[in-house]
């Protein structure tokens, strides 16, 4: 099966103008020019979520959705509760099941807690996500989906992973601690030695970790919740949380050592860490039960702002940087757009006034298994939304793929759409 590679462009220019030609009642061709103007990214970026409509997507009986990149324009590549890995391609409308990987050790795991992450390698040709066993990470090679290799290192649940370089990779766990793998190792342009089972077993380049003592993971501490990497100034930031807080730490990926931590001032649900790679690369956001931090990896290494989430209760899920705004997918099934320039939400229009005039995307209803526990504990009550677990751009930032599920813990079910 072959499936398009993530190594395009990432502005497809005639596109881009057709599109913030279309708002402005202009003709692109004659337009060229705006792509010269230096807040043309910044300004499409504001204007995007005023045009999108929401294109639902059946995903089936599959549990929520946890994780989400595209590989093209056309293709989206989805991680679920219920351990499912599957290419979405938006033109056909069809779905395809990615075989999940597992080596001769892998151990059968009954506390599954399903695909949390999914990361594509800066050239497009390889995949990372998670494997049979949610301790273990899966190695694949586009556009083949070959299984390459899976890597066991972790004691607990794989919950984020990140690619430093085009070989390079670090993964995050429960376990509060993170390991760096090293792909090239593995041979990727030869097939040879797959196993019928799975994928060779791929050995850790290394471990790193701020806990200090081999007890402090059994207590309940420093979960390593999210990460996200700036490739502009080497830095990998890590949300860990414990059960009296949340801190975000920051690592010199170079030689693997912390270099400074921040103890964030909400506590409760802090779930997400996003990095801006476009515009302000020292730019940090974290996301929790009430609000965002923003925070600074630089020599003081602060806190600078602050954004009190909307949906205050339902928590902050998914984040995402685009041309110095920043959008904001919460347990309240809203996409919120903030605007890091002018220190607000988009509004609506220009003369933005109160909350009544917050511009956001509202997922519509998706699919609920009225189960046993549906039936014991919910069928009394009105059914609860869905909450954005994730949400990313297209490749030229035209579209916003958005997915989750209801937030209940006991309830299954999902929400897939993408945004166009």
């Known amino acids: 099966m072959r499936i398009a590679s993530a190594s395009m462009k990432w502005r497809d220019m005639a596109s881009i103008q057709y599109l913030y030609g279309k708002e402005l009642h202009r003709d692109p061709q004659t337009h060229l020019s705006l792509t010269n103007d ?25 549990d929520k959705i946890f994780a989400s990149e595209w590989l093209s324009e056309d293709q989206v590549v989805i991680g679920t509760k219920c351990n499912k890995l599957f290419v979405l391609d938006l033109t056909s409308n069809s779905r395809v099941e990615i075989p999940t990987l597992r080596t001769e050790g892998t151990a059968d795991n009954g506390d599954n807690c399903g695909i949390h992450c999914i990361s594509v390698s800066k050239n497009g040709r390889l995949v990372a996500t998670g494997g049979q066993n949610p301790n273990e990470v899966a190695i694949y090679r586009l556009p083949e989906w070959e299984p390459i290799a899976v890597g066991q290192a972790h004691r607990d ?23 760096a793998w090293e792909v090239s190792s593995m041979d990727v342009d030869s097939p040879e030695g797959l196993l019928a ?200 930032k035209s579209k916003i793929f958005i997915a989750g599920g209801p937030l209940p813990l006991g309830l299954y079910g999902n929400y897939a759409a993408v945004w166009l």
């Open 38 to 62: 230096p807040d043309f990214g910044y300004r499409l970026a504001c204007q995007l979520p005023h045009l999108l409509r929401e294109k639902r997507l059946d995903m089936g009986e599959s």
């Open 157 to 179: 649940w794989l919950f984020d992973c990140v690619w430093l370089t085009n070989d390079i990779l670090v993964t995050g766990s429960r376990d509060a601690t993170m390991v």
């Open 197 to 396: 089972e799975g994928a060779p077993k791929m050995e850790p380049l290394l471990w790193f970790s701020n806990t200090q003592s081999a007890h402090y993971h059994e207590m309940g501490g420093e979960k390593v919740r999210s990460i996200a990497f700036s490739p502009f100034c080497t830095t990998l930031g890590s949300l860990q949380t414990d059960p009296f807080g949340a801190s975000v730490h920051f690592w010199d990926v170079q030689i693997f050592q912390e270099l400074s931590s921040v103890k964030l001032p909400y506590c409760a649900e802090n779930v997400c860490l996003e990095v801006d790679t476009g515009c302000n690369h020292h730019l940090f956001a974290a996301g929790s039960r009430s609000h965002i931090s923003l925070l600074d990896n630089r020599d003081n290494c602060s806190i600078i702002g602050t954004i009190k989430s909307i949906d205050n209760d339902c928590g902050v899920r998914s984040l995402k940087f685009s041309n110095n705004t920043l959008s904001i997918g919460t347990g309240g099934g809203h996409l919120y757009f903030y605007d890091i320039r002018a220190g607000r939400y988009l509004g609506t229009s220009n003369s933005f006034s109160s909350m009544n005039d917050i511009c956001l995307l509202k997922a519509s209803r998706g699919y609920l298994r009225r189960d046993e526990i549906y039936r014991d504990y919910f069928s009394d009550f009105p059914d609860p939304p869905d909450a954005l677990y994730t949400h990313c751009y297209s490749p030229i």
